[in-house]
C-alpha cells in the first residue's frame, strides 16, 4: 500500500462528520491498516500535519476545520447520570465543561479523562463528551445493599447515582439489605455492563444514625486524622500568644471589638471594631485571625491543611481545616485573651465612600463572642449589652454598604436556610428555620468590604493574587427566571438584561415566592470558583474579589494572608485554586449527602408516628409529566407524578390544568401533600398531592 493511499484514507476518515478523534495506534485500527504499513502510516500523518491538512490535540489526530478541542481533565460525577469535566492545566478553555449523562463513558469522580469539546458555546458554558477514561483515581467503593440474591449482591451508591449498577460478590460474612459496605473494585464494566466489586468492609446499617457522617467522610474521602507530625507542631505552638510573637505589630488591644457568629461555632475566624468621628466619618477594622503567623509554608500543619483544601461542617460535627487547638484555640478570636490578627482598617465618609484603608498585622483582645440570634435581640431592644452603641453604628454602617452594592448591580438576596439538631445518638430531632436576617447581612457586608480591598491591594501592588471569580453568565441563562417571576406576578420587561434581575428580587422581597425565585436564580448561574486568572466577580458585581476573611477554615484564605505579608512567598496559584475548587465542591457533596439523609430520617420517624399526616409544600417546578415540590419547613424536595393526581391533567403556559376540576398546579402554588413512603438506601420519597 503506498503512502498517498494511506494519506487519502486517513484524510476521509477523519472529515467524516461522525469521525471521533482518535490516537495514531486507535486511528490504524480503525482504518484496518495491516502492522508491516506502520512506518507509512506514520508517515503519511507527518505529511498531512506538514501540509496543515489535520491538526493534533492532545494526542489525537483531527482535521485542521475541525472545531471542536481535544483535552484531558478530571470528571466530577452527579447522582442523576451526568457530570462536569474540570480541564488540566493549558488547556484550550479553562472552564468547567458539561458532560451529558450518555456521553460519559462510565467515568466517575476524579476519573482523569479525554474528552471531545464542542466548540459551540451554549449559554451555559460548553458541553462535550468523554472520549476514554486515561485514569481510574477511585480504588475502592461505599454502597448499601439493596438486594441480596445467592450468586450476588446488588448495591446502590449514592455518589454514582441509580444508572451506575454495582454487583459484589457474596462474602462468608452475611450481608442484609440495608447494610452499607466499602467495597474494593474488580472491574468497572461499562455502560451497560455493571462495576464488580470485592467486599472488604462493613460500616453498619442504614438504620444507624449514629454512622451517616462517618461514613460520608469515607465516602467522600475526606480526611479525619491528624498526622503526628502535624499534632506535634500544633501541640509544640501552645495555647497561648507569646510576648514576642506580638512585637512589630500595630496594637489594637484598645479597640472596641466583637464576634458574631453561628450559636454552634468554636472557630471564630473575624471580629468587627467600628468608631465614628466628630465629623461622621466611620473607622471600621476588620480583623482577621492570623494563621500565617502560625502556619509556615511547607511545615507539617500547611502539608496537611492544602490537603484538605478547607474545613468540613456537619451537621454538630466539623472535620477542620487545621488542628482543633490552633482552630479552636490559638488562632480562633476568643474574648477577653489576647490574639494575633491581620487587620484591615477602612476610613469611610458618612456616605459609605471609602476614604482610605490600611492593611495590617495586629494584637487584638475581642470583648464580646454573639451569636447571631443576642445581636438582633440587642438591635431589637429584646437585650441590654454595653454594646449595643457599637452593633447599632454597625447596622448603620451596613445598610450604607449594602446600598452602595445594590446601586452597582450586586445581587442581593436573602434565603433561609435548616439548621438539623441531633441527639447524641445522630438522631435528628428538630429543623430550626435560620433567617438571613440584618444580623447575618451586616457580618457578610464587613466580610466583602474586606475582601474586595484586599484583593484589589494585591492586584495593584503584586500583580497576582489567588481571586474568587465568578463568570458572567449569557442573559440567556435567565430566561427560565425571568419567565418564573412573570408567571408569580411580578413586573418584568419583554427584553430583559442583567441589570433587570435585582428589580425582581425587589418586588419579591416580602413575598412568599423569594425562595423559590433564588432557588432559579442560583440554578441559572455558573459556579464560583478560585483563579489567578481575574475575571472579576459577576454575582457581587466586583472587578476584584478574593477570599481572605476564613483562613481558619479555607487554605486559600491562608495564602491570601502569606502574599501580603511574607516575603518572596512563592507559590503555584493555579495548582492551589483547582485544589481549593476540587475540595471545596468534595466538601459540598459530603455535607448535601448528609443533610439529606437526616432530613429524611426525621420525615421517616414523623411517617411512622403518623402516617396521615400532611404537609404544606410549593411547587418549584412543573414539567408536562411531574411536578417538583419543596416542602415547608424541611428544605428537602419531593416530586409527583401526574399520574398519581386525581384528576386528568394537561400541561398549559408552564403549569398543569385539571380537566375536571380546572384546578391549576402552577410555579409557587402551595400545595397540601402526603408522605407514602421513605427509602433511606435510595435517598428517596413518595408523596401524594391533595387536590
Not at 90 to 110: L, M
Request: hydrophobic share 35%.
Amino acid at each position: 500500500m503506498k503512502t498517498s493511499k494511506i494519506r487519502d484514507l486517513i484524510l476521509d476518515h477523519l472529515q467524516n462528520s461522525k469521525y471521533t478523534p482518535l490516537e495514531d495506534k486507535e486511528l490504524m485500527k480503525a482504518l484496518k491498516i495491516d502492522p508491516s504499513f506502520a512506518n507509512k502510516f506514520k508517515r503519511a500523518l507527518s505529511q498531512l500535519i506538514n501540509s496543515e491538512e489535520i491538526k493534533v490535540q492532545n494526542r489525537c489526530y483531527v482535521p485542521v476545520s475541525h472545531e471542536k478541542w481535544v483535552m484531558k481533565g478530571v470528571f466530577y460525577s452527579h447522582p442523576r447520570g451526568f457530570g462536569f469535566v474540570q480541564p488540566e492545566e493549558g488547556s484550550e478553555i479553562i472552564e468547567n465543561v458539561f458532560i451529558p449523562r450518555d456521553y460519559t463513558q462510565g467515568a466517575i469522580n476524579h476519573d482523569l479523562v479525554s474528552i471531545l469539546v464542542d466548540g459551540d458555546k451554549k449559554a451555559k458554558g460548553y458541553e462535550g463528551k468523554v472520549l476514554k477514561v486515561i485514569e481510574r483515581k477511585t480504588k475502592v467503593i461505599i454502597g448499601t445493599a439493596f438486594k441480596v440474591l445467592k450468586n450476588e449482591i446488588l448495591i446502590f451508591s449514592p455518589l454514582l447515582g441509580e444508572k451506575k449498577q454495582i454487583s459484589m460478590k457474596p462474602p462468608k460474612k452475611k450481608v442484609n439489605v440495608g447494610d452499607r459496605i466499602l467495597m474494593k473494585v474488580i472491574s468497572w464494566g461499562g455502560n451497560k455492563q455493571p462495576i464488580t466489586t470485592k467486599y472488604e468492609k462493613l460500616l453498619g446499617n442504614i438504620d444507624d444514625p449514629e454512622i451517616d457522617i462517618d461514613v460520608a467522610i469515607d465516602e467522600h474521602e475526606i480526611r479525619k486524622t491528624f498526622p503526628k507530625p502535624c499534632k506535634k507542631q500544633a501541640d509544640d505552638l501552645g495555647s497561648e500568644v507569646k510576648e514576642e510573637d506580638q512585637k512589630g505589630r500595630e496594637d489594637l488591644k484598645g479597640l472596641e471589638c466583637i464576634t458574631i457568629d453561628p450559636d454552634t461555632a468554636k472557630d471564630f475566624d473575624d471580629a468587627l471594631s467600628l468608631t465614628i468621628d466628630e465629623k461622621g466619618n466611620y473607622h471600621l477594622g476588620v480583623h482577621i485571625a492570623d494563621v500565617s503567623h502560625y502556619v509556615q509554608p511547607e511545615s507539617p500543619i500547611d502539608v496537611e491543611a492544602i490537603e484538605r483544601g478547607n474545613s468540613t461542617y456537619f451537621p454538630g460535627n466539623c472535620i477542620p481545616m487545621l488542628p482543633k487547638n490552633l482552630s479552636n484555640g490559638l488562632c480562633s478570636l476568643k474574648p477577653k485573651v489576647v490574639r494575633l490578627a491581620a487587620s484591615v482598617l477602612i476610613d469611610l465618609d458618612p456616605n459609605g465612600n471609602i476614604l482610605d484603608y490600611k492593611i495590617v498585622r495586629s494584637v487584638i483582645k475581642s470583648r464580646k463572642r454573639f451569636t447571631y440570634k443576642e445581636a438582633l435581640e440587642v438591635l431589637e431592644g429584646r437585650k441590654k449589652s454595653q454594646h449595643a452603641p457599637l452593633i447599632k453604628n454597625l447596622e448603620r454602617l451596613a445598610k450604607l454598604l449594602k446600598k452602595k452594592r445594590r446601586e452597582r448591580g450586586s445581587i442581593d438576596f436573602a434565603v433561609a436556610e435548616g439548621y438539623i439538631h441531633l441527639d447524641k445518638k445522630g438522631n435528628p430531632t428538630s429543623i430550626e428555620t435560620i433567617e438571613y436576617d440584618i444580623t447575618h447581612q451586616m457580618v457578610e457586608d464587613f466580610m466583602l468590604i474586606a475582601n474586595e480591598l484586599v484583593a484589589r491591594h494585591l492586584h495593584e501592588k503584586l500583580g497576582r493574587a489567588l481571586y474568587r471569580v465568578h463568570e458572567e453568565p449569557d442573559i440567556e441563562n435567565f430566561e427560565d427566571f425571568f419567565h418564573l417571576a412573570s408567571m408569580l406576578g411580578f413586573n418584568t420587561p419583554k427584553k430583559p438584561e442583567i441589570k433587570h434581575l435585582q428589580q425582581v428580587f425587589d418586588q419579591a422581597r416580602d413575598s412568599s415566592h423569594l425562595p423559590i425565585l433564588s432557588v432559579q436564580f442560583i440554578r441559572s448561574l455558573k459556579l464560583a470558583a478560585y483563579s489567578p486568572n481575574n475575571v472579576g466577580h459577576f454575582g457581587l458585581a466586583l472587578e476584584h474579589y478574593c477570599h481572605f476573611t476564613s483562613p481558619i477554615r479555607r487554605y486559600s484564605d491562608l495564602v491570601i494572608h502569606r502574599l501580603l505579608f511574607v516575603d518572596d512567598y512563592e507559590v503555584n496559584l493555579e495548582k492551589v485554586a483547582v485544589i481549593c475548587s476540587d475540595s471545596e465542591r468534595k466538601s459540598m457533596r459530603a455535607e448535601n449527602s448528609v443533610l439529606l439523609l437526616k432530613k429524611l430520617r426525621l420525615l421517616k420517624k414523623e411517617y411512622n408516628k403518623d402516617p396521615d399526616k400532611k404537609y404544606i409544600a410549593t411547587i418549584t417546578r412543573v414539567f408536562p409529566m411531574r411536578i417538583v415540590f419543596e416542602i415547608d419547613g424541611f428544605f428537602v424536595e419531593g416530586t409527583c407524578h401526574v399520574s398519581k393526581l386525581a384528576d386528568y391533567f394537561h400541561y398549559q403556559n408552564g403549569s398543569l390544568i385539571g380537566e375536571k376540576t380546572n384546578k391549576e398546579l402552577g410555579f409557587g402554588d402551595k400545595i397540601e401533600v402526603q408522605c407514602k413512603g421513605l427509602d433511606l438506601i435510595f435517598n428517596q420519597s413518595q408523596w401524594h398531592v391533595t387536590i
